[in-house]
Each structure stands twice: as C-alpha cells, then as structure tokens.
C-alpha cells in the first residue's frame, strides 16, 4: 500500500488526484455526487461526456506520474455504468451505482471499464491516443 511507504506524500497524492479528477469532472459538465472512503461517485448526463472525462483524466494522471520522481504514484480504476439510479435517505444507490462499483473494481490500475454499450462511439471524439484501455 502507498500509505505504508509514506503516508504523508500518499496522502498528497490522492488530494492532487482527487483535485484532477473534480476538474475534469466538471469540465465534462459531471458533477460529483458523495466521497464514498476512496470511492468518487459522479453523475454524468451523458454516457459520452463520463466517458470522455475518465478517458481524459487518466490520460492527466498518467501525466501526472510521469513528473513524478518518487515511487508513490497512483493508478486509478474508473468504473462506469447506465443504468437505475436512487436517491434515498441522502445515499445515493440502484443497479448502475453497484454495476459502476463492480466495474471499478475489475479494470486495471490506470484503466475504465464501461457498459455504456460500445465507449468508442459514444465518445464526440476521438479518445486520447495514451488513454486506458476500455473494457
């Protein structure tokens, strides 16, 4: 774990991470929904534009790492989904919560995994060159 080599520049890891990542959320016209431990949970109202900013986010990180000297860098794993969204007792759940949770958790460090039917043509444009792999 990254918070056992140092806790102090893991800690400064994630919090730039996490800056990043609401930057590129919002610039996708995304907003974040709750902080859930080390999960972000956003909502998007285009499959596209999630997409599009995990695409671009993890280009960024990748970026990021690399102006790194030090050992402690993060790889990221973005999970999204369509599907039924609830709203209850300000917790936010249903299948494309727990779907979009599943996914995070089998795509690789540093990579998206969507069921938002084929990514490369609900994306406006082209992703990245560098970006993840789409599942």
């Given amino acids: 774990m990254l918070v056992q080599q140092d806790e102090q520049k893991a800690h400064a890891r994630i919090q730039d991470s996490c800056r990043l990542f609401g930057e590129t959320i919002s610039k996708y016209h995304g907003l974040v929904c709750e902080l859930r431990g080390d999960a972000l949970l956003t909502e998007f109202e285009r499959a596209s534009d999630a997409i599009s900013a995990a695409l671009s986010f993890q280009s960024d990180q990748e970026n990021y790492n690399a102006q790194l000297d030090e050992d402690i860098c993060l790889a ?3 999970g999204i989904a369509m599907g039924e969204v609830v709203n209850a007792d300000d917790t936010i759940t ?3 919560v727990v779907l979009a949770q599943r996914h995070e958790q089998l795509a690789e460090p540093g990579g ?6 084929d990514p490369r043509s ?3 444009a082209p992703p990245p060159a560098r970006s993840a792999r789409i599942w």
């Fill in 76 to 78: 990221i794993r973005i």
């Fill in 94 to 96: 249903g299948a494309g």
């Fill in 112 to 117: 998206t995994m969507c069921n938002a039917g």
């Fill in 122 to 124: 609900a994306t406006a």
